[in-house]
């Protein structure tokens, strides 16, 4: 399964953006992962096929991660942005339920080019 991100771009703080993934295909669980520059890469958010949903602790609320299993599209809502938003956000794929429960990259199969989000005034 191949997945391919967009919808990013520019915003000031407070704003808001979304982000869509699509996938070639069913794939159970899918997420988004971000890398800043210099930093590693960290989990955002992940939904699986049954509708469970897991979130980074650091996001407090300001992200809503939602999919369209019609479609094979993942979502992410971000509000609220902050200027340590700013980062590259790549979609990814897994098989099962262990990329949602977990959120760590290791647990993804396949990845997106990914889309920048940049937050700044």
């Known amino acids: 399964v191949q997945v391919v991100e967009s919808g990013g771009g520019q915003v000031e703080p407070g704003g808001s953006l979304r982000l869509s993934c699509v996938a070639s295909?069913?794939?159970?669980?899918m997420a988004w992962f971000r890398q800043a520059p210099g930093k590693e890469r960290e989990g955002v958010a992940a939904q699986d096929y049954a509708g469970n949903t897991n979130y980074a602790d650091y996001l407090k609320g300001r992200f809503r991660v939602s999919r369209d299993d019609d479609k094979n599209i993942l979502y992410l809502q971000m509000d609220s942005l902050k200027p340590e938003d700013t980062a590259m956000y790549y979609c990814?794929?897994?098989?099962?339920?262990?990329?949602?429960?977990?959120?760590?990259?290791?647990?993804?199969?396949?990845w997106g080019q990914g889309t920048q989000v940049t937050v700044s005034s």
């Open positions: 295909g069913y794939i159970y669980s």
């Open positions: 990814a794929a897994g098989e099962g339920y262990p990329l949602r429960q977990s959120l760590r990259p290791s647990e993804a199969t396949s």
